[in-house]
């Protein structure tokens, strides 16, 4: 461990949607679909940059503004639907724990992969994938 301590810094929206797993839901796509744009805004910034224009053209700029808008919402939708899938399961099973973090990044990467037409061998990677990535970060959490 770290001698001190290390604290991240926490934002809440609050939305109030009449019902936790919308409210829930809701938060996670804003702020995962605000995180996509907001890299999408910074990596089209680098390559503008790296022309050596030093300034943007209208072009450039609307071109930036449709990436971050589909980057936000691809990203946000993603974040929405695992958000919703894990607190689904957290209810049905009545319990919290990382189970439910495997199955709802299961579940989310098998839709977002059928959602893209692949074939099923292609799903069941990306399911498997989702519930790896989803029960490592649920554990990350735990430790801090």
Known sequence: MFPGSLSTPKVD??????????????????KIGTVAATR?????TYHILQKGK????????????KKMCKEGAYWGTVAGVYVGMEYGVERIRGTRDWKNA?????VTGALVS???ENRKDRIAIDAITG????????FINYLT
């Open 54 to 65: 030093g300034n943007i053209s209208s072009r450039d700029f609307e071109k930036m503004l």
């Open 102 to 106: 495997m199955i709802g990044g299961a």
């Open 131 to 138: 519930a790896a990535v989803a029960t490592a970060a649920e």
């Open 40 to 44: 999408a805004a910074a990596e089209d």
């Open 13 to 30: 929206v609050i939305i109030d949607m009449g019902n936790p797993f919308l409210n829930l839901t809701v938060d996670g796509f804003l």
């Open 114 to 116: 059928a959602c893209s």
